[in-house]
Structure formats: structure tokens, C-alpha cells
């Protein structure tokens, strides 16, 4: 859809004004049945670049002007930003239009929003960043920011056949966005392909790309934490297959020693740093902020400093192991889902085909397979550092096993 934007401004087909005008359409369309949006309230850009006239919707975590920021809890219904986070800044200064605010999670927790999934009716469309996910994927905007602390956007993306990356911790600013786990916390984006995605990383953020996609590794799940559902391992082997009949040189391996813990070592510093950015706001209002938060928080609170450190060595310890393995590939493929999205609305799925990955801080990358049923998307990771690559990577990858 990106791709297709920028087409048609560059040949003169379309202005700024006739692309909000779709956006707006399809939105009045669609939304009463998606539910991806908080506030529909387009922003001038804030001078011209790169992304003149291309919309863009903004997770409701993130400070924006004027917009409603209620980070997805009845408990801040009204409430308005002062101030627009740097990501957003940074973006509306490329010429990009700020459509608006699109659903979370309550606090970007594990609380369902009333997001539905475009692409697989009746089953979740992933969290936290669920509106973020399916505004796109039901073609409501071109592109869209969300967050990932475990797996809130490359689960999502997966679920909703879109593509969604996850930068280098640290990459992108996170200021302006309410924190949950400092040190996972993570900008992240959508775009309905990676080929969208590589064309908006080199426009709005500088990417520039010398990567070939000539070998690759894939990673044999050795936990038994998340099992990779039927329909995964078909897709996977598709794509796999795909890939090496391509020129793809595809070598499978095992995770290194101490991968299970990493696991247990993210899930340990989320429950931590979150029930501590959240403690305030649970000793005033309960349960009232989402009863999977509050369960966060419970659960953290009981949590010792010295098992805090504990998972914080083994991440430290395990990026070290990890290494040597990312730097010898351009990219490692994992699944990035356990399977299709889970039926019905009460859960967002489990993130812990990505919680290792976020918690390494490396950038990950949902890349869509074609499937029939419900979609699925190949998980592609890289060495800290190594975005632009990725995105160049992952590119390839999409038009390889299309």
C-alpha cells in the first residue's frame, strides 16, 4: 500500500489529499467492524520531506498534541497529549500525515482491546499493538507505530498477514511512550509488506541497504515453552524450500545453551520493571487498570531484586553466546508465532517466539508467508546494528517465497 502511494503521487495521479481521502473511506468503511482506531483526527506535517502526503496512525501509548492519549483504559478516557513524542516529531517532519490514534491494550498489557482482526474474523488480532496491526492490514493506512516489550508487534503482524519490524533496542526513541519494561521497551512499526517496509525505513528513518540474502539459518525450536503448531511447520518448510530453490543457502541449527531460560529470564524482567512502572497506578485503582496488569504487578511485586539480576546476567550472558551466530548470517528464521491467530478475542496470543529476541535486543522482523487459512509470518533476526539489513533482507525474502 506504501509502494502503491508513493506511485501514485509520484506520477501525479493522486495528491496528499486524494490519499487522506482514501484513508478516511476506508476507515468510515471498515472501522465499525474493526475497531482499529482511538481518534480519527488528521495532523498537517510539519514540513515537507520524504513522506509528503502519506498518512500514518500512532499506537495510543504515545504523547501526540492534541490527540486523545489513554493508553487503552477507560481510567483515561478524555485525556489529551500535550507534547508529541520525538518518533512522532521525527516522522511529521518527513511530510507524513498523522491520521491518528489507533487501539492498544490497556497499558499495553496482555487486557484484549476491542480491536477485531481484518485478515481471520473471529480470531485475535494480537497485542499489544492491535490497532496499529489492523489498520493496516485492513488497508485503513499505509503505515502505523506501536511498541514491543515481549512480542507486540511481530505477533500481531504475524496474526494479521502484515509485516511488522522491531528495531535495535534503542534505536528509535521511546521517549513520550508510557513505559513498561524500560529495558525491552521498544519502538516498533507496520506496514503491509516488508517491501513497504524497506522503501519507509530508507524515507523515514535513513536506512540504507547493501545486504544479499544469499545464506540464512534456521533456528530448531528446542523449547518445549511454546510448541510450533502445525500449520507453522508447513509454512516454514514451504518457505524454506522456496528459498533454497531461489539460491538460498539455508542452514539449520540448534539454539544455543541456556535458550529455555531465556525465556523464563525475559518473562522475569518484564514481571520486574513492569510491576514497578505500573505499582502507583495499581495502589490507586486495583484491578480497575485490567485484571492481566494487576496480575503483572502482583506477580512482580513478589519478585526479588536478586532474581532480577539473575535474569539480567543470563541476557547479558546469552547475548554474548548469540552473537557469534548472528554475525555469521544475515539472518536467523524463527517462526514468529507459535501458529494462526487464537480463536476468539479473550486472549492476544503468546509472545514467546519473539520474547527472547527482545529481550537480546536485536532487530526482528515479521515477514508474511503465503498460506491458505489464517496468516502466519517468518520471523527474521540480525545482530544489533544490522537493520538496515534486515529490512534489505527481508525484502528479498518476501519476494522469494511470494
Known amino acids: 500500500m506504501l509502494l502503491e502511494f508513493l506511485q501514485a503521487l509520484n506520477s501525479g495521479g493522486k495528491t496528499p489529499r486524494d490519499l487522506l481521502e482514501i484513508c478516511l473511506r476506508r476507515i468510515a468503511s471498515s472501522e465499525p467492524d474493526i475497531q482499529a482506531w482511538v481518534e480519527v483526527s488528521p495532523q498537517a506535517p510539519l514540513a515537507d520531506g520524504l513522506l509528503n502526503g502519506i498518512p500514518f496512525g500512532v499506537k495510543d501509548v504515545f504523547e501526540t498534541r492534541g490527540l486523545a492519549t489513554e493508553y487503552g483504559s477507560p481510567l483515561y478516557a478524555g485525556r489529551k497529549g500535550v507534547i508529541d513524542a520525538p518518533i512522532v516529531t521525527a516522522l511529521r517532519r518527513t511530510g507524513a500525515v498523522l491520521l ?44 502505523a507505530i506501536g511498541t514491543q516489550t515481549l512480542g507486540s508487534v511481530l505477533r500481531p503482524a504475524s496474526f494479521c ?32 509488506t516488508a517491501a513497504d517496509m524497506s522503501e519507509l525505513w530508507w ?46 543457502s539455508i542452514d539449520e541449527i540448534p539454539p544455543p545453551d541456556g535458550w529455555d531460560r531465556l525465556h523464563s529470564a525475559a518473562r522475569t524482567i518484564n514481571l520486574f520493571e513492569g510491576a514497578r512502572s505500573h505499582r502507583a497506578r495499581f495502589e490507586e485503582f486495583g484491578d480497575r487498570i485490567g485484571q492481566s496488569l494487576a496480575r503483572v504487578v502482583r506477580a512482580g511485586l513478589l519478585l526479588t531484586p536478586s532474581e532480577y539480576e539473575d535474569a539480567r546476567t543470563h541476557v547479558e550472558n546469552m547475548k554474548v553466546a548469540v552473537s557469534s551466530i548472528l554475525w555469521d548470517y544475515p539472518a536467523i528464521l524463527t517462526p514468529a508465532a507459535a501458529g494462526p491467530a487464537p480463536a476468539g478475542l479473550s486472549s492476544t496470543g503468546d509472545p514467546g517466539h519473539n520474547a527472547p529476541w527482545s529481550a537480546l535486543g536485536v532487530p526482528a522482523i515479521s515477514v508474511p508467508l503465503p498460506v491458505d487459512g489464517g496468516p502466519l509470518g517468518i520471523q527474521m533476526v540480525a545482530a544489533w546494528g544490522r537493520d538496515d539489513s534486515l529490512v534489505a533482507v527481508a525484502a528479498q525474502l518476501e519476494a522469494l517465497v511470494g
Open 100 to 143: 491518528g490514534k489507533t487501539q492498544t491494550t490497556a497499558f499495553a498489557s496482555f487486557e484484549p482491546a476491542a480491536t477485531r482482526n481484518p485478515r481471520f474474523p473471529g480470531h485475535t488480532p494480537g497485542g499489544s499493538s492491535s490497532g496499529s496491526a489492523a489498520a493496516v492490514a485492513a488497508g485503513m493506512v499505509p503505515f
Open 161 to 192: 498477514g502484515i509485516c511488522g519490524f522491531k528495531p535495535s533496542f534503542g534505536l528509535l526513541p521511546f521517549e513520550g511512550a508510557l513505559p513498561s519494561a524500560p529495558s525491552l521497551d521498544t519502538v516498533g512499526i507496520f506496514t503491509a
Open 203 to 248: 524515507r523515514g528513518f535513513g536506512g540504507r541497504f547493501d545486504a544479499d540474502l544469499h545464506r540464512a539459518a534456521l533456528l530448531r525450536s528446542a523449547s518445549s515453552r511454546v510448541p510450533v503448531e502445525l500449520p507453522m511447520q508447513q509454512a516454514l518448510a514451504a518457505a524454506v524450500q522456496r528459498l533454497r530453490t531461489g539460491g538460498v
